[in-house]
T-cell receptor, first 109, second 112 residues
């Protein structure tokens, strides 16, 4: 089946730093989604991208849908302790969502 | 408005036992799905449904059954639990645009 390669697997950064993570795929997706999961909770949608080249922001978060439709990145600016969690990318394939393995973000205050 | 509700939140089963994980949504969404989450593997699709009476297999369907008799409910049945089914299970719904998925809080299942 389709796979999304998400990197890095984990990050340990200083509070106030900017963060960047990305997802790549061998297949084309028409929609890219970014989710955050807090411990003991289900994933929560952060940003949805619907068009190649689209750049969308949600507060300190910015995500882009790659021109080739095979990749996407998520940036977090000026990280804070509550940014800790697991970030997942997902691509839509017809009726299904395909998820990356996640990026674990740890922030050192 | 509760969104997506999963029960139970935690469950321990013995190998060979059967059980049903419940999922209910009050968002009137046609599309519902079940995922399992294992360390380092993200979320993998087990089964999904595009509407009442319609179900289909996802990436990892073996050992699981689903049914969709109503729009609101989408239970997941483990027929004969195995240790390999130890995981966290998430139910999700997707709105009319079939893009954003809304997840429940998960069921943590341990099979011993």
């Amino acid at each position: 089946g389709q796979q999304l390669n998400q990197s890095p697997q984990s990050m340990f950064i200083q509070e106030g730093e900017d963060v960047s993570m990305n997802c790549t795929s061998s297949s084309i997706f028409n929609t890219w989604l970014w989710y955050k999961q807090d411990p003991g909770e289900g994933p929560v949608l952060l940003i949805a991208l619907y068009k190649a080249g689209e750049l969308t922001s949600n507060g300190r978060l910015t995500a882009q849908f790659g021109i080739t439709r095979k990749d996407s990145f998520l940036n977090i600016s000026a990280s804070i302790p509550s940014d800790v969690g697991i970030y997942f990318c997902a691509g839509r394939d017809g009726n299904k969502l395909v998820f990356g393995a996640g990026t674990i973000l740890r922030v050192k205050s | 408005n509760a969104g997506v509700t999963q029960t139970p939140k935690f469950q321990v089963l013995k190998t060979g036992q059967s059980m049903t994980l419940q999922c209910a949504q009050d968002m009137n969404h046609e599309y519902m799905s079940w995922y399992r989450q294992d360390p380092g593997m993200g979320l993998r699709l087990i089964h999904y449904s595009v509407g009442a009476g319609i179900t289909d297999q996802g990436e990892v369907p073996n050992g699981y059954n689903v049914s969709r008799s109503t729009t609101e409910d989408f239970p997941l049945r483990l027929l004969s639990a195995a240790p390999s089914q130890t995981s966290v299970y998430f139910c999700a719904t997707t709105g009319p645009r079939r893009t954003e998925a809304f997840f429940g809080q998960g069921t943590r299942l341990t099979v011993v």
